[in-house]
Nanobody, 124 residues
Framework: QVQLVESGGGLVKSGASLRLSCVAS????????GSWFRRAPGKELEFLAA????????YYPDSMKGRVTISRDNSKNTVYLQMNYLKPEDTADYYC?????????????????WGQGTQVTVSS
């Protein structure tokens, strides 16, 4: 079993940047694909970014390219999401997910482990 804990959310102004962190822990943390999703109020879960264990494969939806950067530090079992030029539309709960057998890195259903989420609120 893997536990994921996100941090780094908060209240920021439009145009600001934030870096979210996701720390994985457990008896034995496997090699996992790490990803970030978000759910805005009244909207569906949205894929933001994914990164393979080696960091050689990185995925972003077109809507996020240029505004977010995913990275990881395996020595710390941590996956990061750097978000720039934040807008009020980015207000959401942000979730970290981890998966060991991934067919589609953009699909939430492929991930076995999820964090509780961290809230990001962007004011205009």
């Amino acid at each position: 079993q893997v536990q994921l804990v996100e941090s780094g959310g908060g209240l920021v102004k439009s145009g600001a940047s934030l870096r979210l962190s996701c720390v994985a822990s457990g008896h034995s943390v496997p090699r996992f694909m790490g990803s970030w999703f978000r759910r805005a109020p009244g909207k569906e879960l949205e894929f933001l970014a994914a990164i393979s264990w080696s960091s050689r494969e990185i995925y972003y939806p077109d809507s996020m390219k240029g505004r977010v950067t995913i990275s990881r530090d395996n020595s710390k079992n941590t996956v990061y999401l750097q978000m720039n030029y934040l807008k009020p539309e980015d207000t959401a709960d942000y979730y970290c997910a981890a998966g060991t057998i991934i067919v589609d890195a953009t699909s939430a259903g492929d991930y076995e482990f999820w964090g509780q989420g961290t809230q990001v609120t962007v004011s205009s």
